[in-house]
């Protein structure tokens, strides 16, 4: 069955989901344990197994190896084979996660994401009383990795989709195409795919020690060429089975597919569990040719610096000067003691129990103007301050009952300022509470914008006090 979900609300696990199992690559036997975490915690990992280390968060910029899965690495600590149970995540509409694992690796268990979504599922996934931004694209971008020969294209959509197409040049696997349209069906179409590989590939594995934790349950092995009784009987034995067979060429252990193109299925499911990496949301259409997990992560980067951008501008407000102001002057004047000179708002354009966005029109005449910085006007840091404490008085006062109240502001920290502003700019006032009202004391977030450019940002705490 599809999964539904309140796509626009964050999401994490109602209870904590554990399993246990192997890990493919280095044969550690490690429990993972999903911990519900805060909305906009996103995804980090955490090695139970050792002492005093810090979560990883899952970052691409924290990508240290692709050669045979996806890992992580902070420091002396590393985790790999992450993408299968970020892709299980995603797919179950998990926004934020602890994923804590007592060993080296995530366990590979059928080597499909099918078992994580099945322990999310009895976990049960709950709404968070936080608003989910996505991120769109506004115009295709294209990535080729000449060294591997994939090519992505990723494009604006409504929705979060991805195709996949892998060509490995094999009479077995032929061409395959795969077509995730929506995330809700991730869990019915792509999760219960497995990995695979090649038999040339899984045999030189083999020689150099590796695939530890390999086993005919766990990957898909593709034999597309002769194999004798010789390597029959090396491939039992480092699989610790009896006998091994194929009957012709196809799959190891003449496997049963779950689907006609699994393998183009799972190479979906390691592109969106590569993708997560990017930190951000998205919604568009990804269009991936021949991918692999350096590829994906290489993606994640170039869409991750795009995102990152467009997130400076995905919480300015926007001002319209023909729409009808919230609050006019001559109402903010009832609501606030200041007057000419030192009245620095001139409407409130939105006002809510969380935020409030004013408007101060800067013009060359300000009094200031005078003396700081004749011949070079540049508005007072100090006074584009005093506009956002204004602003956000009127957040206070409105939010207590019927009187006349006063609000006196306590200290102010992590005052920056970015960008000058001067006359002919419109100053666009944002205070948003960030945390609730205890005992008349506020505490907000003030930002400057002109246009779409943060000028000034500071963090303040005020007191309300009801005029005697």
Known sequence: MDIYFNENKQHTLAVPASI?????????????????????????????????????????????????????????????????????????????????????????????????????????????????????????????????????????????????LIDFNSPVLGTQHADLKHI??????????????????????????????????????????????????????????????????GYLNNLELRFNNEPARHKLLDVIGDLVLSGYPMKAHIMANRPGHSSNVALAKILKQHFKKASKNINVPHYNPNVAPFLSQEQIEKILPHRFP???????????????????????????????????????????IEALAQTGGILCIKSQPEGQYDTYFLKIDNCKFKVKVVPGDTMILKMELMEPIRRGICIMKGSVYVGNKLCTEGEFTAQIVKRS
């Open 20 to 164: 246990t199992g192997t890990g493919l690559h280095t044969g550690v036997l490690a429990t993972m344990v999903l911990h519900p975490a805060a909305p906009n915690s996103g995804f980090y990992f955490k090695r139970s197994d050792l002492e005093n280390t810090s979560p990883i968060k899952a970052d691409c910029d924290l990508v240290t190896d692709t050669s045979r899965g996806t890992t992580i690495e902070k420091g002396d600590v590393k985790i790999s084979t992450i993408e299968h149970v970020l892709a299980a995540l995603v797919g179950m509409g998990v926004d934020n996660c602890l994923i804590e694992v007592s060993g080296p690796e995530i366990p590979i268990i059928d080597g499909s994401s099918k078992p994580f979504t099945e322990i999310i599922a009895i976990a049960t996934v709950i709404e968070q009383n936080a608003e989910k931004i996505w991120y769109s694209l506004e115009e295709p971008i294209s990535f080729y990795d000449e060294e591997k020969n994939a090519e992505f294209t990723a494009v604006p959509a409504n929705e979060y989709r991805v195709t996949a």
């Open 184 to 249: 809700k069906e991730f869990n019915k179409e792509i999760a219960p795919c497995r990995t695979f590989c090649f038999l040339h590939e899984l045999e030189a594995l083999l020689e150099h020690n590796l695939v530890k934790g390999g086993d005919i349950n766990n990957a898909i092995v593709v034999v597309d060429k002769p194999i004798t009784p010789a390597e029959m009987q090396r491939l039992a034995k480092a699989f610790n089975r009896e006998n091994i067979d194929v009957v012709k060429e």
């Open 342 to 384: 030192f009245l620095f708002v001139d409407k409130v354009i939105s006002l809510n129990e969380r935020e409030v966005v004013g408007i101060k029109n800067v013009t060359y005449n300000e009094f200031f103007f005078q003396g700081h910085f004749p011949g070079n006007p540049v508005m007072p840091g100090v006074l584009q």
